[in-house]
């Protein structure tokens, strides 16, 4: 890896900037706890959450607020109006091989690059085909969204979501699902253009980038995910918003708290960092005094907190599951990796809070060299030490 560089030489690059001329988020984190009020109360107007929620209660599964449950509903629709064209064409079998293979990268180095070159082959031929009629989302649509999603190697959690949702909706009877994902993708209509107004302008240059780089990732592994939409940022800044209300009080009152990094957030190369491996990340040995992880790393001992710098989103979480109520994570991350990153990290038993990357920047994925990024350090220290949430908690 190259020596990072800073912003200013990059800032065409981009896809999203939370910060204006001043290089503060705080407008931004204002806005979207404003519009995550308004999504919720749109949402709740319908009674299909409440009604979900009593179906997971009922069968006993882990029960979560609701305002998760508007959340997925939403994402049902958002991820429909974007992936229809893609997802209602091409093979299920070849959809199920390919998020099967998905499960071997975890074999090692080796397996992990074979497995990502046959996801680069697959999302730019068979996860690429489209039609311009897809119809409207029906349960036989939803199957097969939630199929490509699979397929695609960046939704696993969001479909493992999703098919919950499916199993509830396979239950009612035909004009009552049928209604219930009609007015989903409705919501997500208004979502897609309520967001733009309150969000659009942190996401301005998202269209450019995906243009820009159209044929730079033509073959790579990350193709889908590096052209994902604006709405598809919009959503991600919500759920993010909702998830750190939703599971502000057990961080507070977990014993334990970790921060997770992103490796693109040191101002050296992987070669003359001196961080040292413990369990799934690295500890910062503090080698420069104007390297934003060693900075993180001082701010949150203050807090009695321990930090953890990340490879990769992926490789953030073990297998083995976290004692429920006992350690709280800070994951900072880049705005499209929050909700799966939310889900994961409840998963195993986190309970989670997330910190954005002003704007994303690794050399992983978004450009040649790596941009240093950077966070909103006030906001995570509050977190560390009141555990306090973004906005009023529910
Ligand atoms: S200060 Fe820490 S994270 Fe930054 S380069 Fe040095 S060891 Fe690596």
Known sequence: ???VIPLRESSDELTYSLTGEDGSAGP???????LT???????HEDQSIAKFGRYIALRKLETWNPDIYALEWLMIGVLWNVYKARATVGSVAAGRLLSSLYSLKSRGREARKAVDRVKGIAGTTVLARHQKAAGCLQLHSLTRLIGWLRASGEFEQESRRLKIWLDFLRGLPGKESAGILH???QKASWFERRSLECLGSYTSKVEAYIENNRQRLKWQENRIFCSRERVEYHLNMVGAEIMNRVFHAGFQAAPEKI?????CMRNKSAEACRAV???PGYVCRRCSKTCRVHAVTAMAETCGSKVLMIPHASTAFGKERIPEGKVGIVGIACV????SGGYKARDIGYLPQCVLLHYSGCAMHWHPKGIGTCIDMDRLHAMLEQGE????PE
């Open 336 to 339: 499209l990796n929050l909700i």
């Open 389 to 392: 949430p973004s906005s009023n």
């Open 259 to 263: 921060v997770f990094l992103p490796i």
């Open 1 to 3: 890896m190259q020596e």
């Open 183 to 185: 007015r989903a993708v």
């Open 277 to 279: 491996q413990e369990g």
């Open 28 to 34: 931004y984190y204002r806005d979207v706890a404003l």
């Open 37 to 43: 009020d308004e999504v919720l109360v749109k949402l």
